[in-house]
């Protein structure tokens, strides 16, 4: 029987009045500070980095500890202060109130109409959403704001319910049933329901590898649903992936290139999130991740010495940072033999090198023996 879902993965969902009212109480605070308390205004921020973050091992994810910025009106200040004003303004009144959407470049083109606040690069305002979102504690997407990346692919055995905008109907859409493509996941999932009679679900860093094991159906003789992340996954991917796997009970396994990004921007972040996102890493992480591959002992066990590349300045600089500085891969020592093993080699491998035996060796030959021999990195 498939199983059907529920609104699986734990979201704080936020009404649109709800989220308006923090705002208007950020906005009270400041006013009061000024009108009533005749001091200089402030608003709080958590601080987002690997600094302020733990790794909650029973949660499964980074958990955002309590190291605040503080951002008081100054003269050195006034005009992030402002924009920081402007931006939940334009969240209410042109967002939540009028319940529509914005990409985050289409923020940064408002801002021009901003006058002396206005943003002069994207990156400004990037990053004070990222604050607004922190400081408010919703996420974006439920403040209006819609991602502008791709979120993924999906296919193999898997129906998404999703429904049609205009009639609230329901819109039944089979992934095995698409062609020669793939479905793209929405930048919103949290209305989506699943049945699937799955055993557990794939997660793949290149289009190129999603593609070959798409056009050879490989989900049929695996039995798994097969998501291309295509590089790190987007936040829209990993809450996908979260809800899929909480509510379909799927074991997630993650497939990278054998190199520091993979290990430990790519598959790190899809299993417990970032210390930039740790106040929203409960929502978008994917704690029964597991890593099945490409590791560094793959080198020598599939013959792959003269398939691999010699190791860069910033791959041996990200590897040693990740020992020294991530919590996940300090407290996982079997992330750290895996990183030590691959700095001693000097080398990294790609996901494509298996080609060196055949075409569809990755396929016929290597998923099929790391499932049976079903010893995966944490």
């Known amino acids: 029987m498939a199983k059907s879902a529920s609104q699986g993965g734990g979201m704080d969902v936020v009404s649109k009045k709800a989220a308006s009212a923090r705002i208007v109480r950020v906005a009270e605070t400041v006013y009061e500070d000024i009108a009533k308390k005749n001091r200089k205004p402030s608003m709080k921020f958590p601080v987002r980095s690997l600094a ?46 009028k319940d529509d959407i914005a990409g985050k470049r289409e923020i940064y ?11 002069n690069e994207q990156p400004e305002s990037d990053t004070l959403l990222d604050d607004m979102e922190a400081m408010l504690e919703i996420n974006r997407e439920q403040l209006g704001y819609i991602p502008e990346e791709h979120g ?66 490989y989900y049929e003789k695996g ?83 003269d398939a691999t590349h010699p190791l860069e300045e910033a791959d041996i600089k ?11 891969i300090r407290h996982h020592k079997e992330w750290q033999q895996a990183l030590e093993h691959m700095l001693a080699l000097g080398v990294r491998v790609e996901q494509q090198a298996f080609a060196k035996h055949g075409l569809n060796f990755v396929l016929e030959e290597y998923l099929p023996r790391k499932l049976k021999k079903a010893h995966f990195l944490p």
Not at 72 to 93: C, D, G, I, P, W
Not at 109 to 119: A, I, P
Not at 271 to 289: D, L, M, Y
């Open 52 to 97: 302020n973050v733990k790794y909650d091992i029973k949660r499964g994810h980074f958990e955002i500890l309590n190291r605040v910025a503080t951002r008081t009106l100054s003269y050195n200040t006034v005009k992030t202060f402002a924009q920081s004003m402007r931006l939940l303004a334009t969240t209410k009144n042109d967002l939540l109130d």
């Open 152 to 217: 993924g692919e999906v296919c193999g055995p898997l129906v998404v319910v999703d429904r049609d905008p205009a009639t609230g109907k329901d819109i039944r859409i089979d992934c095995t049933k698409l062609g020669t493509g793939a479905w793209s996941i929405p930048s919103r999932v949290e209305h989506l329901r699943f049945q699937s009679k799955a055993k557990f679900v794939l997660v793949i860093e290149t289009a190129s590898l999603f593609q070959r094991l798409v056009h050879h159906r």
């Open 223 to 305: 039995s798994c649903i097969l998501i291309s992340m295509s590089g790190v996954p987007t936040r829209a991917c990993r809450r996908f992936i979260r809800r899929l796997a909480d509510d379909q009970k799927l074991p997630v396994l993650a497939f990278t290139d054998g190199d520091p990004y993979g290990y430990c921007n790519i598959y790190r972040t899809l299993k417990v999130g970032s210390g930039q996102a740790a106040h929203i890493n409960r929502f978008f992480c994917v704690p029964q991740a597991h890593y099945l591959g490409v590791t560094p002992w793959d080198i020598k066990d599939f013959k792959l010495e």
């Open 109 to 119: 083109y408002n801002s021009k109409s901003w006058g002396e606040c206005r943003f």
């Open 318 to 328: 990200r590897a040693k940072d990740a020992l020294k500085n991530d919590p996940f």
